[in-house]
């Protein structure tokens, strides 16, 4: 039998691939709203690493934080593992794998699409991929390779399903996932456009939400490439774009009514190398049957090890209807 005969070949792959989709696709009665956190660039070597170690938690200055949403999200910035061989590059960070448990009681998934998940080399990397599945922690933005990379975490929660998408742009791009070695998903705006419309149309996503590691360090506005792919990817059905690695907190802009966060700055960091790099946000989004309705932060200052407390200073916000606000009640008050 023909299949071309009844439907287009476009068809017939959404179809067979839309069989996948778990059967978590209505997840109980939908709620009204959903909430998501997002924080910066995570690192569990250093004093994080040795907090952990010596039975401490690096997470305790700001545990009420985590309580405040639906579902939790952070970009990893290292891998975790025992194997592999230093990259030669200025910075390399390796954490143990016990850091898992704990990271995991904060966070419900990472993003591992950034510069230095690749640091000891693609076994380090598939071998974080088996402990992260063993400990049952989420991740999206890489794989073992070039398809999973690019394949969205689907999260069921409250009737709604979230996609989340993460995307590499800052060198190297030898981190890259290929078709036979693990790494990360890399951000060509093809590639992306695709994978934002497959999101959708295969996987039956409601909401499709990048988290970029993009743009130059210590740059507090973002840069034209920032700007441009985050109207690409808006255009191409994202519902809100969220970045990452400049180190600092960058500007925010909206788009066709979708927010637009271009760095959410450090999270827990041990290296720092100016006052800007020792704050970071932490990002609310709260969405609707409608998309992104508003989102609220929270100032997160780093401490001398780099561990992350939550601070009581007024910090942004916006909403649909009244836009943006730079003095609103942070997210723990």
């Known amino acids: 039998m023909k299949f071309k005969t009844i439907f287009g070949l476009s068809t017939v792959l959404i179809l067979a691939q839309a069989l996948l989709i778990p059967s978590s696709y209505a997840q109980g009665k939908q709620k009204e709203t959903i909430s998501l956190l997002f924080v910066g ?3 569990l070597d250093g004093p994080a690493g040795k907090r952990i170690e010596d039975g401490g938690d690096p997470f305790l200055g700001v545990s009420k934080l985590f309580k405040q949403a639906d579902i939790r999200i952070a970009n990893l910035e290292c891998v975790i593992a025992n194997l592999g061989e230093a990259a030669d590059k200025n ?4 954490a ?7 990271l995991a009681k904060y966070v419900d998934a990472i993003s591992i699409a950034n510069n230095h998940s690749g640091d000891f080399g ?7 991929l088996d402990l992260l599945n063993q400990q049952k922690l989420a991740y999206f933005g890489g794989g073992h390779n070039l398809k999973q990379a690019h394949t969205p975490l689907i999260i069921s929660k409250h009737g709604y399903r979230i996609a989340l998408l993460g995307y590499n742009e800052f060198m190297p791009r030898s981190f890259e996932a290929s078709h036979e070695l693990a790494g990360t998903a890399w951000s060509e705006d093809e590639h992306v456009i695709a994978d934002i419309k497959a ?10 939400i990048p ?3 993009w743009g130059w360090e ?16 808006i255009d191409a ?11 600092v907190i960058q500007d925010t802009e909206e788009y066709k009514g979708k927010p637009i966060i271009y760095s959410l700055g450090n999270f827990m960091i041990e290296l720092m190398d100016n006052p800007a790099q020792s704050r970071g946000w932490a990002l609310r989004l709260q969405l609707n049957r409608d998309g992104v309705s508003a989102w609220d932060t929270q100032v997160v200052n780093l401490d001398e090890l780099g561990l992350p407390h939550t601070s009581a200073e007024p910090s942004a916000c916006w909403n649909k209807q009244k836009g943006l606000k730079k003095d609103c009640r942070p997210i723990t008050q």
Do not use: C, W
């Open 96 to 102: 143990h794998p016990r850091t898992i448990p704990v």
């Open 218 to 233: 210590n740059e507090m506005k973002a840069g034209p490439r920032q700007r441009q792919l985050a109207r690409i990817m």
């Open 237 to 247: 059905g994202a519902d809100a774009v969220i970045g990452g690695h400049p180190h």
């Open 41 to 43: 660039d995570v690192v």
């Open 91 to 94: 910075f390399t960070f390796r």
């Open 211 to 213: 988290f970029m590691h």
């Open 199 to 208: 999101a959708k149309q295969v996987y039956g996503a409601d909401f499709v």
């Open 122 to 128: 693609p076994k380090a990397f598939s071998e974080m």
